[in-house]
């Protein structure tokens, strides 16, 4: 088996063996929502006021995942890290470049320099492995202890202008990829099991959903793959030019200039048609951050910094609010994009840009703000609850926020 330089913490090995098995990745299940986190609503980096510690990590613009207190995030250009989340130290890293798949690494390079990075995407994992995929075709797998299962590397021409951003996905016992088009791989090997041409690659993770007794992948560009094999099911379900769907309640929401309510059917079948639920025309511009599902409402967030709130049943505008942050308009300063997907922890919702400034509100048909939080430099990175602290992105750092008197770093 591979090497990779490991610094190995023994307190954190000890209580790997038992985690139980979870999937993981990007947006925890993909809608962005922790109802049962208890995590504060107020920080400032200026002032260390809530922040237990803070990590160099690297840059990056994906968010971490947990099992159990381990944080697992990607950092430029192919590093994996984890980290213990009691007290930030970095328990082990590797790196996934050429010299780990023993061939030089050319997709990569292609890639512009203003795009998405080499490491945008979200690991995924199942509690008892992570896997990892990098813009430059690379894909791998780790036991927790920071052991490679496998490496492959994939030179697919890249097909999305700014770079890859997708995240892995598991679902049905696969390992779903996006890169030129949506592929599943088996988990355990790395071997290719099918690819769906049709379903070309977008910025956005695809969405899981179970349909009737099928396991179902929903794409940026509105196509439901089934997972056991490929197959196409429907297509011109919504269109995204950059973020995810979500999915719920057999309701599939595609938030964007033009944003969708589409209504599964009970079983798939060998294939469906689109059922329309609702159309509307609301959100303004482009639009970065994949929404949000709370209390009956769907929470979406332009890239010029306007909040618009949608009943999730029928589409009718419940308010907009311009967001009291910076965004591609500047509003009081330079201009931030809003990349980071919006967050619910327990009953507040959490809206970022890429600037370092989250607005904390309460959910509900009336705007109402609870705090503005500012850390020093900011990512396109989603912020990630973990049981009563945050997980933020910030510039380099990595930040857990959390209650502590006084603060630590």
């Known amino acids: 088996m591979l090497r990779c330089c490991a610094r190995v913490s023994l307190l954190a090995l000890a209580g790997a063996a038992n985690v139980p098995a979870q999937i993981t990745g990007w947006r925890g299940d993909g809608s962005g929502r922790w109802p049962q986190a208890n995590a504060p609503a107020t920080w400032e980096s200026g002032t260390g006021k809530n922040i237990l510690w803070q990590t160099k990590v690297g840059k990056g613009q994906s968010t971490p995942v947990v099992v159990g207190e381990r944080a697992f995030l990607t950092a430029e250009p192919d590093k994996l890290l984890c980290l213990d989340c009691r007290d930030g130290k970095i328990v082990w890293q590797c790196e996934n470049g050429s010299g780990a798949v023993g061939a030089e690494i050319k997709e990569g390079e292609k890639r512009p320099a203003s795009g998405c990075g080499y490491s945008a995407a979200t690991p995924v994992t199942d509690g008892q492995c992570v896997y990892v995929?990098?813009?430059?075709?690379?894909?791998?797998?780790?036991?927790?202890?920071?052991?490679?299962?496998?490496?492959?590397?994939?030179?697919?021409?890249?097909?999305?202008?700014?770079?890859?951003?997708?995240?892995?996905?598991?679902?049905?016992?696969?390992?779903?990829?996006?890169?030129?088009?949506?592929?599943?791989?088996?988990?355990?090997?790395?071997?290719?099991?099918?690819?769906?041409?049709?379903?070309?690659?977008?910025?956005?993770?695809?969405?899981?959903?179970?349909?009737?007794?099928?396991?179902?992948?929903?794409?940026?560009?509105?196509?439901?793959?089934?997972?056991?094999?490929?197959?196409?099911?429907?297509?011109?379900?919504?269109?995204?030019?950059?973020?995810?769907?979500?999915?719920?309640?057999?309701?599939?929401?595609?938030?964007?200039?033009?944003?969708?309510?589409?209504?599964?059917?009970?079983?798939?079948?060998?294939?469906?048609?689109?059922?329309l639920l609702w159309k509307s025309d609301e959100v303004e511009g482009e639009t970065f951050a994949s929404p949000l599902w709370h209390d009956g409402n769907l929470y979406c967030a332009g890239n010029q910094g306007t909040l618009y709130v949608l009943n999730a049943a029928t589409g009718k505008l419940v308010y907009s609010k311009e967001l009291p942050i910076r965004s591609a308009l500047g509003n009081g300063g330079e201009p931030a994009n809003l990349y980071p997907s919006i967050t619910l922890a327990g009953q507040s919702i959490f809206i970022s840009n890429d600037a370092g400034e989250t607005v904390v509100l309460t959910g509900g048909n009336e705007y109402k703000e609870v705090a503005i939080n500012r850390l020093a430099k900011g990512s396109g990175a989603c912020l990630l609850p973990h049981g009563n602290t945050l997980l933020i992105r910030g510039g380099t750092m990595l930040f857990c926020i959390g209650s502590a008197d006084p603060p630590r770093t």
Request: with cysteine.
């Open 133 to 275: 995929c990098y813009a430059t075709g690379v894909i791998a797998a780790y036991d927790l202890e920071g052991h490679r299962q496998w490496v492959r590397y994939l030179e697919v021409p890249q097909t999305t202008q700014y770079g890859r951003s997708a995240s892995p996905v598991l679902a049905g016992g696969k390992l779903l990829i996006t890169l030129a088009n949506l592929m599943a791989l088996d988990p355990q090997t790395g071997k290719t099991l099918w690819q769906a041409d049709k379903a070309e690659a977008a910025y956005g993770t695809p969405a899981v959903a179970r349909i009737g007794d099928t396991d179902a992948a929903l794409t940026p560009a509105g196509v439901c793959v089934r997972v056991a094999d490929g197959a196409i099911l429907a297509r011109k379900l919504g269109e995204l030019a950059y973020g995810s769907s979500i999915v719920h309640d057999g309701v599939a929401y595609y938030a964007g200039a033009s944003t969708v309510a589409i209504k599964l059917p009970e079983k798939a079948g060998e294939s469906f048609p689109p059922s």
